[in-house]
């Protein structure tokens, strides 16, 4: 009795290379490894997240792969989706400019029921490695003026803001439902 699931659908979206197979595999399995195969499509990983005494969230995750240069993606990847992970690699800077357009993407072809767009987070990923090619202001700037939920500086290598910043999403996900 009183026990309830909550199924979200989550898209890991960003330029290739910044880490977004790494992050699913390092969020759904608890590993890293230092290089994975691009095939083109979608693979899907289900992570399983309890969540109070009564509820559970299970987030799909879609991971985009070898379809990155075209910055932009079919309606069907976007449909129904109820949140998004924006990466870019904090030493790749054209990885950073391309982000306003994968937001674009992302806020013209899904909305929530209501309308508002979906609830979306910006990772500034490999942040062990430096220099950074990218100034922390810009990425504050950015984040601020196109209405991510938050921005949070990440290292998939390291397991550094991982959990975390997908439990700010979980969080904001789960509001927004
Ligand atoms: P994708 O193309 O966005 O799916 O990127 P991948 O997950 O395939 O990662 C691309 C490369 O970046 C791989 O060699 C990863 O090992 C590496 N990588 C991913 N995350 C990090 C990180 O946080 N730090 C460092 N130093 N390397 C990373
Ligand atoms: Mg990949």
């Known amino acids: 009795m009183g026990s309830h699931d909550h199924l979200f659908k989550v898209l890991i979206v960003g330029d290739g290379h910044v880490g977004k197979t790494s992050l699913v595999h390092r969020y759904v399995e608890e590993r890293f490894c230092k290089s994975y195969k691009s ?12 969540w109070s005494n ?33 990466m870019f690699d904090v030493t790749d800077p054209s990885s950073f400019r391309n982000c306003h357009r994968w937001k674009e ?20 990923n490999k942040c062990d490695l430096s220099p950074w090619q990218v100034s922390r202001e810009s990425v504050e700037a ?28 979980v969080e904001k996900m789960m509001a927004s439902r």
Not at 105 to 124: E, H, N, T, Y
């Open 105 to 124: 993407d992302l806020d013209s072809k899904v909305r929530l029921a209501g309308g508002s767009p979906v609830p979306c987070i910006l990772l500034a």
């Open 54 to 86: 009564t509820e559970t969230v299970r987030l799909q995750l879609w991971d985009i792969a070898g379809q990155e240069r075209f910055t932009s993606m079919t309606r069907i990847y976007y449909k129904e989706a109820s949140g998004c992970v924006l």
């Open 39 to 50: 095939t083109v499509g979608v693979d899907f990983a289900l992570k399983v997240l309890p």
């Open 142 to 169: 950015f984040s601020e003026s196109n209405g991510f939920v938050a921005w949070i500086e990440t290292s998939v290598k390291e397991n550094k803001n991982i959990s975390e910043s997908m439990r700010m999403l």
